[in-house]
């Protein structure tokens, strides 16, 4: 959500202004979700920011609307819940003028969400594609170079194998599509336990490149394997932090289709690192699966770099000579790596990155588009 430039119109709308002067008499507004990121900006506009463990904040949060309770007795649950931010929290604190998402001074911790994380207590969460999701973990345990997860969130696994494996073959029994949520399924101990059946599901390249975590992700049931592999060559996925050979790719791609599992690989373009060369190997890469994999489906969806604080490469702005190699490589598939098994997903536009770079930045758009 890009709320600087939409949420406060549609706020409006509403007679909900984001000047405290203006406030008197209007609701007090909460927001949350991916809002996380760029909490200075989502302030802007909202008086409070839950941050992670929403189905518990929204549950205790209605509980209070439904009793009558005041506008005042909202706002002091808010600042009492430890997984919240209130706007006066952080008014005090001054920003860097050239990188707005950082503090000029380390600010006391204001919300940790995940100090703890109260697993028995949390009901499984069911989305709107009607599959029921099992928390298995949250964050991840490998530090990759592009990717925040690991430099905001602490890594916390469930570790109560009695409760995950029960209500998964609960839920198979009803016939309901399942799915672990966790961003490295194969480091919960008990994964390799599950004989039921999953939908699909994300997993680390790192550990899907491994045979024996293949058989264990074979024995699941899941019925499409997703990994990013994000580099298009194997030296920006060794600059990654992510170091898979193509041989090896072609491998556990083979071994899963044989086994009758569909593939979902991600690749990030417009990398730092990229050049026309990494574009040949991706082509040859390509080309070599369009003859090889003789079954079911495999994806190749492509997602543009973006820089994401904190992680490392943020220090690095991106620009747009990738739209050059995308709109090649697309018109080279259709008219020389054409198969009824590999599906290509083209990646973002350079105008929807460039919104993505200025609202992970948390920096207005037209300053983007310069820097891109």
């Not at 808010?78 to 006066?88: G, K, L, Q």
Request: charged fraction near 25%.
């Amino acid at each position: 959500l890009d709320y600087v430039e939409n949420c406060r119109r549609y706020l409006k709308r509403f007679q909900i202004e984001s000047s405290a002067g203006k406030r008197a008499g209007c609701p007090y507004v909460i927001t949350g979700g991916p809002a996380d990121a760029i909490p200075f900006a989502a302030l802007e506009i909202a008086d409070a920011l839950a941050v992670g463990e929403a189905y518990t904040f929204v549950r205790e949060l209605i509980s209070l609307i439904r009793a009558d309770q005041p506008v005042d007795a909202i706002r002091e649950f808010v600042r009492a819940y430890p997984h919240a931010i209130e706007r006066s929290e952080i008014v005090p604190f001054a920003r860097d003028p050239e990188r707005p998402w950082l503090l000029i001074d380390p600010a006391p911790k204001l919300a940790c969400p995940d100090d703890w994380v109260d697993w028995a207590g949390v009901p499984p969460v069911r989305s709107d594609d009607k599959v029921v999701r099992l928390i298995g973990s949250k964050g991840c345990h490998f530090k990759c170079a592009f990717c925040a997860t690991t430099y905001r969130q602490t890594y916390r696994k469930n570790e109560d194998e009695a409760q995950i494996l029960g209500q998964l073959r609960a839920l198979n029994r009803q016939g309901e599509r399942v799915q672990i949520l966790s961003n490295d399924p194969l480091n919960l101990h008990y994964f390799r336990a599950i004989s039921g059946k999953l939908d699909s599901q994300s997993f680390t390249v790192q550990e899907v490149k491994d045979r024996e975590n293949r058989m264990a992700i074979i024995r699941s049931g899941v019925g499409m394997a997703r990994f990013g592999v994000e580099g298009v060559s194997a030296r920006i996925r060794n600059a990654f932090g992510k170091p898979i050979s193509d041989d090896e790719i072609v491998e556990m791609l083979l071994h899963f289709h044989e086994h009758k599992i569909n593939t979902h690989m991600f690749f990030i373009v417009g990398s730092p690192y990229e050049t026309a060369t990494d574009w040949v190997e991706f082509r040859a890469l390509y080309e070599r699966l369009t003859r090889t994999l003789k079954s079911g489906i495999c994806r190749v969806k492509m997602t543009t770099f973006v820089p994401t604080p904190p992680a490392p490469l943020a220090r690095y702005v991106p620009d747009l000579t990738y739209e050059r190699e995308v709109a090649h490589f697309a018109n080279w598939v259709s008219g020389n790596a054409a198969s009824r098994h590999m599906v290509y997903i083209r990646g973002r536009g350079g105008r929807t990155h460039t919104a993505n770079v200025a609202e992970q930045l948390a920096i207005p758009l037209p300053l983007a588009e310069r820097l891109v």
